[in-house]
C-alpha cells in the first residue's frame, strides 16, 4: 500500500450559528434552528469544500456524520444541496448496544437505524448520513437557556472561563423538570411557574420525544445532565474509534464530513490530534468553517494506534482566527 492511499481525510465543523448562538445564550442540548446567517455560513463551508476538492483532484466525499441536534443536520443538509449530493442521501441514526454491564458492548457497539422512510431509489442513495447523540454539544447543565454575560457576573471571571474552557471544568446539573420540554403538552400549557422563580424560554426537548430511537431500539441510560470538555471526550471516543473511522476508512476516497458543535470539535481535535489537557483550553471553534484534518492509516495496530495524526488546517484560516477569538470572548463584549 502506498503512503497516499492511505491517508484519511476529515472535514470538520461546528455547525452555523444558531438562534441562541445569535442571542449569546447558553445552548448545550436545547435544540436552536440556524440563523439566516447560520444558513449562510453552512452554504459557504460548502463552496470552501467543493473549490478544496476541485484543487486537490478528490470527488466529493460519500459518508457524513452529525449530532442528533438540529443546528448539525440543518448544517448538513444545507452543505449536501451545495455538493449536489441532497437527492442522494440516506440518513441512519445509531444507537447504543451496551453489555450486561452496562458497558458499550466491545464487539457491535451500536446499531444502525435506517430513518428514511424512501426505500425505492435506494440505490441511488450513496451518501451516508449517520447521527448520534454522542457527537451532540457538551451538557451545560443549569447555563443552558442563560445569557453568557448574566452567568459571568453571577460567577466572576475566573469560574466562568474555568467552566467554559477548563478539560475539567463542569456547570451545575440541570433541573430536568423544570429545564426540559414537557412531555405531554396539556401538562407544559398548565404548568405554573412558582412566583420568584424564572420562566426558562428555552428548554431542553423532551428526551423521551427527541430520543425515541435511541430510547426503542438501544440502551439508553447514560444521557448526562452535565458535562465537562473531558465527558465529552470519553463519550466520543467509542464512536470516533469504532465507527467514523474505521466507515469513513472503508469509502472510495477515504474521506468524509464531520458536523459538531464547539464543544464536540473541540473534543474531536483533543483526541485525534493529541492536544494536551492544558492546551486545549485556548482552542475555539468558530461557526462554520472547514477544518481538513488528515491521518495516516497505520496497519497492524489496534484501534486508537491505527490513526496517525498527520496536518490539519483550516479552509479560511484568516477568518478562522477572528471569528475563534469572538467565541473565547463571548458574554465578555459591552451592550450584549
Ligand atoms: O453550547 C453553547 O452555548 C455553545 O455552543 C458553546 O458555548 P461556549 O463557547 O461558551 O463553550
Redesign the pocket.
Known sequence: MSESNNIIKLFIL?HGQ?E??HEN????W?DAKLTQQGMDQARSSAKLIKQYLQKENIKVPTIGFTSRLTRTKQTLDTMLEELGQSEKKQVNVLVDNTDGEKQLDKKHPFQVIRVDSNTASDNNKNFQIYRSWRLN??H?GS??GQR?PKILNEYGKEKYMFI??DYNGKPPVVDLNKEMENEDPAAAAASIVEEGEEEYAFKEPNRKLKYDIEYKYGDITTLPDSESLSDVVERLKPLIYEFILPRIKDTDNKSGIIVG???SVRSILKILCDISDDDIKDV??PNGIPLVLELQEVRGTSNEKSFKFLNKFYLDPELAKVNAEK??N??FQKGQ
Open positions: 461546528r444558531s441562541l448562538n445564550i447558553f445552548c448545550g436545547i454539544e457538551r451545560y447555563w443552558q453568557k467554559r474552557r458543535h464547539g464543544s475555539n471553534i467565541v473565547k463571548e458574554g
